[in-house]
């Protein structure tokens, strides 16, 4: 997937200026920035919530469109929202599979079948809740970033955008959480992760994205990459650092 | 079981069905006619009308909407019916179109919700008064008179000993049921109401099913109107003028919330037994109708401080 010189004003404020990236399957980008960089906005261009003034997109070489989540979906793009999008009144079960709810019949929920699905999904994941049944409501924070993600997960798409999944979590649920972006790289799923701690991100990602008021301002491989350097260009002490598109890890193909 | 007590709807459940009880014995030893079939009978009929306004009212507050207009949309089609009667159209026909004039009706609240934004409270205040005037101006303000006829069985006609509109009103709550319940459709009404944002980014149709509600809302109070028209044998521009707030009362008590999302049919079952139970039983008892008045609006008032308290904090 790669999208090119992507742009996103709201009113006087751009949140997006020509904006360049691109995503390869089997690679983790971590896309990193001060509050207000412009990151939620250019996940939301990309899950379809939002509609991009200027740019284009192209997957698997051919030039596409997302005018509406539907099309991201269509796409194999799952989400995870800052605001984790959860139905606080429904069940873990409803909220994982939400608009793809096993059918019978054509019209009637197959709500057994959804709860079993669920269990397997957490199982697998290693998350662990008291039942797929509770409503969402009842959830601590770090149940329900696993939830959210569970959903993402659960979609089975190809690219996976983390929008600060590990914001409201422990040391050992991030870490969990860190484990889980690595098994997705390794089952060959492009992942963008969006966060704030810098500690293990070198570790888990294979490139860096820095956005910086709104523009791409470093763009680099972990390997070559320092915490340091980060800092820098997060608040702008550093120069700019874009190497886009040179890099090919893994020798991954173009997803 | 455990996470089944752990949910508050059930709690609600439980104690509106506690309340039916206690208000039962109250006015069964206060009353000798009370604890009668007869006035079991009385009970049905009186809330089986206003009952099917209030299933659907139901439905569309679950998928987080609201609609006042619907005892004028019930007016109108009860005007639209008994004109065609007096014109001598087959029955069959004259339902049909009676509840299609009523769906005509939602389908517009729905487009001014739905397509243009409008809050679901302006926008039905704005049509209960173009509705309800539409009723008074079809005939310039008089009533139609269609007297007793083929008619008249869907209000009056009796089955196995219960009213038929007892029996519509049973019909209709237990499909309801079954719909929010077993359908993916009657789930996705319920995740609309408890955050629309999230069902919009996994590609429900969110827009659609919530315009959905208010004509099938619409179609319910028609249906109502006729029964009712078919009940009195005349149409009344005035019909259920005001029945509006008991409606939602009934539909609040149950334990819909005003946010959407919460509560169910079985609920609003309850909540219509306890303010029919409660207004029946003042008339048994003979008290003042001013007192009805009175105790109506604090039913309306308790109703609201519960959806209140639900919600943990209320208005801000
Ligand atoms: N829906 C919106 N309406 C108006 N301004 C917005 C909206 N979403 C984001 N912005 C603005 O765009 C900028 C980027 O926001 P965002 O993408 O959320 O930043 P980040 O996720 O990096 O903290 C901010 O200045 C923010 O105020
Ligand atoms: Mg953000």
């Known amino acids: 997937m790669r999208l090119s010189n992507v742009s996103k004003a709201f009113g006087q404020v751009k949140a997006l200026v020509d904006v360049s990236l691109d995503l390869h399957a089997g690679e983790v980008v971590g896309l990193l920035g001060d509050n207000g960089a412009g990151k939620s906005t250019l996940i939301k261009i990309l899950s379809g919530n939002y509609h991009a003034d200027e740019g284009s997109f192209e997957y698997q070489g051919r030039p596409v469109t997302i005018n509406r989540p539907a099309d991201a979906q269509a796409l194999g793009i799952a989400t995870v929202y800052q605001d984790l999008a959860l139905v606080e009144t429904r069940s873990v079960a409803h909220n994982i599979y939400l608009g793809r709810e096993p059918r019978r019949f054509g019209y009637f929920m197959d709500r057994r079948k959804m709860e079993r699905d669920a269990n397997v999904m957490l199982e697998e994941l290693n998350i662990r809740l008291a039942s797929q049944k509770t409503d969402v409501e009842l959830l601590s924070g770090g149940q329900r970033q696993a939830v959210a993600l569970s959903r993402a997960i659960a979609m089975g798409g190809n690219i996976l955008l983390l929008d600060e999944p590990t914001a409201a979590l422990g040391v050992e649920q991030t870490q969990q959480v860190h484990h889980l972006i690595t098994s997705m790289r390794r089952q060959d799923k492009a992942v963008v992760v969006i966060t704030h701690d810098l500690s293990d991100i070198l570790d888990i990602t294979d490139r860096i994205a820095v956005l910086r008021q709104g523009k791409l301002w470093a763009y680099a491989p972990s390997s070559e990459t320092t915490t340091n350097q980060i800092i820098g260009w997060i608040t702008g002490v550093a120069p700019p650092h874009v190497r886009n598109g040179a890099v090919e890890m893994n020798n991954g193909s173009d997803q | ?316």
């Not at chain 2, 939602?106 to 926008?123: C, E, H």
């Not at chain 2, 079954?178 to 969110?206: D, K, Q």
Request: aromatic share 8%.
């Open chain 2, 1 to 316: 079981m455990i996470s089944a007590l752990k949910r508050q709807d059930n709690w609600t459940l439980i104690g509106l069905f506690i309340t039916l009880l206690m208000l039962i014995a109250l006015f069964s030893w206060q009353s000798e006619f009370f604890f009668t079939t007869r006035n079991f009978i009385n009970i049905g009929q009186a809330i089986s009308i206003r009952g099917l306004i209030a299933i659907g009212l139901t439905v569309v507050m679950i998928a987080g909407g609201l609609d006042l207009s619907m005892a004028a949309v019930a007016a109108v089609a009860g005007m639209v019916t008994a004109s065609l009667i007096t014109l001598e159209v087959n029955s069959v026909l004259v339902g049909v179109l009676g509840i299609a004039a009523a769906g005509v009706l939602g389908s517009f609240n729905a487009l001014l919700i739905v397509k243009f934004r409008i809050n679901p409270i302006i926008a039905t205040l704005g049509t209960l008064l173009f509705y309800r005037g539409l009723a008074f101006v079809s005939t310039g303000g008089d009533n139609i008179v269609i007297g007793v006829n083929a008619w008249s069985e869907l209000g009056r006609g009796s089955w196995l000993g219960a009213p038929i509109t007892v029996w519509l009103f049973l019909a209709v709550v237990v499909l309801g049921m079954c719909f929010m319940r077993f359908t993916v459709a009657g789930n996705h009404l319920y995740a609309i109401g408890g955050n629309s944002e999230a069902c919009r980014n996994v590609g429900i149709r969110v827009d659609r099913l919530r315009g959905w509600t208010y004509v099938a809302q619409a179609c319910l109070a028609g249906l109502a109107g006729l029964m009712l028209t078919s009940q009195s044998g005349t149409a009344l521009p005035s019909a259920l003028n005001g029945a509006e707030l008991d409606i939602i009362a009934a539909v609040l008590l149950g334990g819909i919330a005003l946010s959407g999302g919460r509560g169910g049919l079985l609920g609003t079952l309850l909540g219509l037994l306890i303010i029919g139970v409660v207004q029946n039983g003042l008339i048994l008892l003979q008290v003042q109708i001013y007192w009805q008045s009175v105790v109506r609006g604090a039913i309306l008032i308790i109703a609201v401080t519960l959806d209140s308290l639900r919600r943990g904090g209320g208005y801000r």
